[in-house]
Nanobody
Framework: QVQVVESGGGLVQAGGSLRLSCAAS????????RGWYRQAPGKERELVAVLGNSDSTTYADSVNGRFTISGDNAKNTVYLQMNSLKPEDTAVYYC?????????WGQGIQVTVSS
């Protein structure tokens, strides 16, 4: 089992920045891709950014150029640096960690961007 815990959310004004952290613990051997997803009220969960096995990155068009995903393998942590935040970035953000064929999700963390 892999435990996934997000932190760093909160309330920020439009144009501001936040950094989310996602720490993995437990049986972490074999962890592969790590990613951030978000779900706004009344909408489906969507991909925000993914950090692949070879440190490759993928971003949703809506955040490309504003958000940066990175990882610290020594700390088993993946980060999401969010700059130039917009009200439409308001959502619950979830971290997902893949280990072999199983996905492990965090509990989610609220990000609210005020206009």
């Amino acid at each position: 089992q892999v435990q996934v815990v997000e932190s760093g959310g909160g309330l920020v004004q439009a144009g501001g920045s936040l950094r989310l952290s996602c720490a993995a613990s437990g049986s972490i051997f074999g962890i592969g891709a790590r990613g951030w997803y978000r779900q706004a009220p009344g909408k489906e969960r969507e991909l925000v950014a993914v950090l692949g096995n070879s440190d490759s990155t993928t971003y949703a068009d809506s955040v490309n150029g504003r958000f940066t995903i990175s990882g610290d393998n020594a700390k088993n942590t993946v980060y999401l640096q969010m700059n130039s935040l917009k009200p439409e970035d308001t959502a619950v953000y979830y971290c997902k960690i893949r280990k072999f064929a199983t996905d492990y999700w965090g509990q989610g963390i609220q990000v609210t961007v005020s206009s």
